[in-house]
């Protein structure tokens, strides 16, 4: 009998720990709760990021953060300002220039600040009555765009002309250090596989480590004439230029063939004449008994040229 009572009177004071556990808990919150509803003021550090950068200015150690003191219930304080952490966007068209400074006025961006930052702007307290920002005139350039490409073609088929920038040329402008050493600037790549017609699109200009610079434009257009091409050939003679006068010289073979590749409405428009080989003999090397055939003359629609035999035999008859 006296078992039984004893393992009552534990479960009787088990719940009473609960219930006073329960009760300490509760108060606490209804602490917290109470305290965080109370009127607070503290110091808040907001981060900054710019928009609407001059295009003719460089801005030189642009403030990182703004600072300013606020009256606000504890709640708001925790919530937002440091579990948020909410920033602010300053738009460096609303600046006056000053001299050698650009002046952003807190005040007189009242409304955008307020919006931005969900405050009363009368229970804030700036410690800055403006953002000030010095800044040199930046150099203005025209800078060539050269078309960065990664293209292939179907069987038969081939460009008949390089990638076509529109503009071929942008303005940019920034320190007068970087701007002169500048000459060229290329696209982001442009890709294509087994492309058998004309391409088109627009594509981005690569400004991966200029961020020192500003571009009027970021994008270019872009556009390449693709058609369907065939193979065709020619017999040329191989003609040896700077011969020394009286110099006999016999060379095998006296004939090479080219090929080339030409759009297929054009074939028929291209004749052996408007080809030209030759070797150089100045280019002769001590000890070699052979020259190098070239290509020096082809018509302008075809591509891809090329000869069965570059290497020409000689002997210099004495």
């Given amino acids: 009998m006296r078992s039984y009572g004893n393992i009552g009177g534990k479960k009787i004071k088990k719940a009473n720990v609960q ?10 919150i209804l602490w917290v709760l109470v305290q ?42 925790i919530w937002k300002y440091q579990l948020f952490k909410p920033g602010l ?16 006025n807190i005040r007189d961006n009242r409304n955008t ?12 307290n700036f410690l800055k009555d403006s953002l000030v920002f010095d800044f040199q005139p930046r150099k203005e350039k025209r800078i060539v765009v050269l078309p960065k490409t990664d293209l292939n073609y179907d069987v038969g088929f081939s ?31 442009i890709k294509g596989d087994n492309l058998n017609k004309s391409i ?30 065939t193979e065709g050939n020619v017999e040329i003679p191989v003609e040896v230029i700077n011969v020394p006068r009286g110099t006999n010289l016999t060379i095998f073979p006296k004939k090479v063939m080219v090929y080339y590749q030409v759009n297929l409405k054009n074939y028929e428009y291209v004749k052996g004449e408007q080809f030209k080989v030759i070797c150089d003999f100045t280019e ?11 290509v ?19 002997i210099i008859k004495r």
């Fill in 19 to 28: 219930v006073f556990g329960f009760f300490l808990i509760f108060s606490a």
């Fill in 36 to 77: 965080l509803s109370k009127e607070y003021n503290r110091n808040v550090e907001i981060p900054l990021t710019y928009v609407n950068m001059p295009l003719d200015k460089s801005l030189q150690d642009s403030p990182k953060s703004l600072k300013f003191n606020l009256e606000a219930k504890g709640f708001l304080l």
């Fill in 89 to 104: 966007t300053i738009d460096l068209s609303n600046t006056k220039e000053v001299g050698s400074q650009l002046v952003y």
């Fill in 113 to 124: 600040i307020e919006n931005q930052l969900n405050i009363d702007f009368d229970n804030a």
């Fill in 159 to 189: 460009a008949i002309e390089n990638v076509h920038l529109q503009p071929d040329s942008v303005t940019v402008s920034g320190p007068k250090n970087i701007i002169d050493t500048l000459t060229s600037i290329t696209t982001k790549s």
């Fill in 200 to 229: 088109s699109g627009t594509v981005a200009i690569d400004t991966s480590n200029l961020g020192m610079l500003n571009f009027y434009r970021n994008t270019v257009d872009y556009n390449q004439k693709i058609e369907k091409f």
């Fill in 284 to 294: 002769i090397q001590e000890g070699v008994g052979y020259m190098l055939a070239k």
């Fill in 296 to 314: 020096s003359k082809k018509p302008r629609i075809v591509n891809n040229v090329r000869l069965n035999e570059r290497k020409i035999q000689f």
